[in-house]
Structure formats: structure tokens, C-alpha cells
Nanobody, 112 residues
Framework: VQLQASGGGLAQPGGSLKLSCAAS????????VAWYRQAPGKQRELVAR???????LYADSVKGRFTISRDNAKKTVYMQMNSLKPEDTAVYYC???????WGKGTQVTVSS
């Protein structure tokens, strides 16, 4: 299984970015996929998760601002990030279960 995260970059406070996590080597439709992030000097934390039946879960810090979605035909999970804040700056990783597979991270920087 391989996961390829993309879509990171530099955004201004209040701006938006959309992350993508493309999977290969798995059927995908039966997997739970999550986004985690890790800021410098901090532990990796769960940001959002979507199950095979499209049930979603969000960290309190991103509720109402981030939206996770999936396209099983493309084997891709997305995370739309709106109203970005400087504290959203981190490396974002996607994770696939079962199996606990991780992709390489994508850097998100929110700064004016």
C-alpha cells in the first residue's frame, strides 16, 4: 500500500487549501482514512477521519473549518481546509486503516 499526499503550501490567515491523499495497492473502499498533523516540537495529532461508510470525525480545533471527503473511484481522500489559522501550520500526513499505513507528509504553512 502506498499513500501520496499533496496539496500543501503557503496560505494566508483566513485562506484555504485542499489536501489530497491518493492510495494505491488497496481496494480502498473498505478502508478508514485519516489526516494527522505534526507541528514543530509537538506530537502528531488526529485532524480528521473518514470511514468506509462515510462517517467522519474532526478534532475540535478544526470543526467547522475543515471538511474531509473521499472518492472511492479515484482512491483518494480530500481535506478542504478553510479559514486557515497560523496554528494550522504543520506537516500533514494521511493514514490508512487497517494496516496503519502512512504517506509522506505535505507541509502546510499559514502566514501573512
Amino acid at each position: 500500500v502506498q499513500l501520496q499526499a499533496s496539496g500543501g503550501g503557503l496560505a494566508q490567515p483566513g485562506g484555504s487549501l485542499k489536501l489530497s491523499c491518493a492510495a494505491s495497492g488497496t481496494i480502498f473502499s473498505g478502508n478508514t482514512v485519516a489526516w494527522y498533523r505534526q507541528a514543530p516540537g509537538k506530537q502528531r495529532e488526529l485532524v480528521a477521519r473518514i470511514t468506509s461508510v462515510y462517517s467522519t470525525l474532526y478534532a475540535d480545533s478544526v470543526k467547522g473549518r475543515f471538511t474531509i471527503s473521499r472518492d472511492n473511484a479515484k482512491k483518494t481522500v480530500y481535506m478542504q481546509m478553510n479559514s486557515l489559522k497560523p496554528e494550522d501550520t504543520a506537516v500533514y500526513y494521511c493514514n490508512l486503516l487497517p494496516g496503519n499505513y502512512w504517506g509522506k507528509g505535505t507541509q502546510v504553512t499559514v502566514s501573512s
